[in-house]
């Protein structure tokens, strides 16, 4: 019976003694800022049914709430969580204080203050409640109160973001000026993020470096979220703010997400070194904006989306991974100041989430530091950033500079041999034209010349000939390039255009040709000289390619759309890589070995086509040969 009766009272000292500890919290006139850490006493509402009513009741008090010694956070559960703190003011101590509940993220906040003789005054707070009903217009859950002997403080908070449940009790005047210093502050920092999302915006337009514009864009997403975890939203957009307030902060997390990565894909160069990376980093950026109208829409959120999202934070951390180590890869190749001052800004804030996550798991303890490392973290970011992306800018106007130099040097380097080609084909053409007229006054006079003779001179006529097509055709291909020649168009008929080029053909050429023209009085706008240049190009390159007796056709249909010409030769054809490389300059098929040539006629026949507005194609044909399409758009009919 001692033994109980021994027992019970050491259970009633020890309730004293917690009441007195833990509850009760002393109250001067010295003291501007008391904080109620460490006072209170707390109980989990496991299944959130119990009313206050049920939570004040002094038997219930004394079984179920424990004395919170932690300044820690409780991690995360949607829980009812109860806090209890009595205040024990000094008979000196002022009557109206200020009572400030964090953090800002806190979603419902219920307060009740008073005791039981006077009653409790209850006030509905926290981030999902409207900002009209706080009676303080601040960005923290803030109540004026009159405190006496025994006021009692009780809080209930149910929140799906982390437990950091905080209180102080400022005098007046101290609260109203740390507020005036605490906005001035914080102010200046979302100042800062402001300027500098307006400046990577402009630079990066007037630059077109999506690179810039993507890390603009990440920067509003942190304006975003810091303006939600600091309690400005709700301020900012007063009134019914509650969907805006809840809305921005996911849409600046996943608009962030994709704004990284979508700048660790561009300024690491993926699509040209790591495309397989780029495509993944691309698929990333499409998963974070497929949340997007879960974001907007919040009652389209279920609790199986809870998975999602958190195979979205794991790709991220992932492409951060990824991306730094790339970064510090490419530093030490390349040795770069700017790679490695990128590496620094985001370890910084790398640093800084882990040391937010451990905060919110309750793994540290609140306090001055870790409270606001995270936003201290990311300023540094932003000025070490800062530095990188100017010397990012720097290196670009260096290299636009060397490639506008490079530019004048071309255009220079390409008007010093337009001159010289000009000069060399004047000096060509004079000489070739001299000895095939000596040639063929040799034939005319010199009727008894032996076959060989005969066949000598026709070699040498040959020769110049070929020379002088061939200087014809580069001078016209380098003034087609330089829009020196702009077609003449006039109306022509198809069947005079295949007449005149039949007449510049040999008599063995001509027997060998097929011409087919549907309708025969087809009538065009073009410019006849240059399209018979061109075409003539085509036929010589068919007839040199096929077999000597083989016949090639020459076809043109008026369609409504154009004309269509097309020239088929018998020959052996091309591969697939011969056919891909066909109108470059100087391009020569493996067939075309020990055959005179020069590689610019397929070329110089697609510039004439291009310059009228046209198309000219190669494929192969079912026989084998090449079949070579040129299509001239705008026919005109009498």
């Known amino acids: 019976m001692k033994k109980h009766y021994f027992h019970l009272l050491v259970f009633c000292v020890a309730g004293l003694f917690s009441a007195t500890s833990f509850a009760s919290v002393p109250l001067n006139a010295f003291a501007s800022k008391i904080s109620l850490d460490g006072h209170f006493e707390h109980f989990v509402d496991k299944k959130s049914e119990l009313s206050f009513s049920a939570i004040a009741q002094p038997d219930f008090i004394k079984t179920h709430f424990l004395p919170l010694h932690s300044t820690r956070s409780l991690g995360y559960n949607t829980n009812a969580h109860w806090f209890r703190a ?7 101590a002022p009557k109206r204080w200020v009572l400030v509940i964090g953090s800002a993220e806190l979603e419902n906040v219920d307060v009740w203050l008073g005791d039981d003789v006077r009653g409790f005054q209850y006030y509905a707070l926290g981030y999902h409640r409207s900002y009209e009903g706080r009676p303080l217009g601040t960005r923290l859950f803030s109540i004026p109160m009159d405190v006496f002997v025994g006021t009692q403080i009780y809080l209930r908070v149910s929140t799906t973001n982390a437990l950091n449940v905080h209180a102080n009790l400022w005098q007046v005047n101290a609260f109203t000026t740390h507020e005036t210093r605490d906005n001035f502050y914080r102010g200046g920092y979302f100042g800062i993020l402001l300027i500098v999302v307006v400046f990577y915006f402009i630079f ?14 990440y920067i509003t997403a942190q304006l975003l979220f810091h303006l939600g975890t600091n309690g400005y939203l709700p301020v900012l957009l007063g ?22 990565a979508l700048m660790w894909d561009k300024l690491l160069e993926l699509k040209n070194t790591l495309p397989r ?3 993944f980093y691309l698929w990333n950026i499409g998963f974070s904006l497929s949340f997007l109208p879960f974001a907007l829409m919040p009652f389209l959120v279920g609790e199986w989306l809870l998975y999602f999202v ?12 990824i991306s730094m180590v790339l970064l510090w890869r490419y530093w030490r190749r390349d040795k770069r100041a700017e790679l490695l001052v990128y590496f620094v800004a985001f370890a910084i804030p790398a640093l800084a989430t882990a040391v937010n996550a451990s905060l919110n798991q309750g793994w540290l303890a609140w306090n001055a530091v870790t409270a606001e490392f995270y936003q201290v973290a990311t300023l540094v970011h ?20 060397a490639a506008e130099q490079e530019v004048v040097l071309a255009a220079q380097r390409a008007e010093e041999q337009r001159r010289f080609v000009a000069m060399l084909s004047h000096e060509f053409g004079n000489p070739l034209a001299a000895i095939d007229r000596a040639a063929q006054m040799i034939q005319i006079k010199a ?33 087609l390039d330089h829009n020196a020649i702009s077609p003449a168009r006039q109306r022509c008929a198809i069947d005079n255009l295949f007449a005149q080029s039949v007449q510049q053909l040999d008599q063995e050429a001509q027997q060998r040709l097929r011409f087919t023209t549907t309708p025969l009085d087809a009538t065009f706008l073009l410019d006849a000289r240059l399209i018979q240049a061109a075409l003539i190009n085509l036929i010589n390159n068919a007839l040199r390619y096929s077999p000597p007796d083989s016949a090639v056709s020459v076809t043109a249909t008026q369609r409504t759309a154009g004309l269509s010409m097309a020239v088929t030769d018998c020959g052996t054809g091309l591969s697939a890589a011969e056919l ?21 006629g397929y070329y110089f026949s697609r510039r004439i086509v291009e310059a009228h507005g046209g198309t000219l194609k190669a494929r192969l044909s079912e026989r084998g040969g090449l079949v070579v399409e040129l299509f001239l758009p705008s026919p005109v009919r009498d």
């Open 204 to 217: 990066g337009l007037r630059a077109a470096d999506s690179v810039l514009l993507a890390y603009a864009g």
């Open 239 to 260: 009134g019914n703010s509650a969907w805006a307030t809840d809305a921005l902060p996911r849409i600046g997390w996943l608009g962030g997400a994709a704004c990284i």
């Open 86 to 92: 009595v205040l024990n003011p000094a008979p000196d």
């Open 447 to 479: 009727g008894d010349l032996s076959s060989q003779e005969q066949q000598r001179l026709q070699q040498i006529r040959h020769n110049a000939s070929t020379l002088s097509g061939f200087v014809s055709n580069f001078l016209m291909t380098e003034a």
């Open 277 to 279: 990376l780029h495509i």
């Open 382 to 401: 932003v000025l070490v950033m800062s530095y990188g992306l100017a010397l990012r800018l720097r290196q670009m106007q260096v290299d636009k500079q």
């Open 580 to 600: 891909d490389s066909l109108g470059k300059p100087y391009f020569r098929a493996t067939s075309a070995q020990g055959k005179a040539g020069s590689g610019l």
């Open 310 to 321: 958190k195979l979205e934070n794991a790709l991220n951390i992932f492409i951060f991974f």
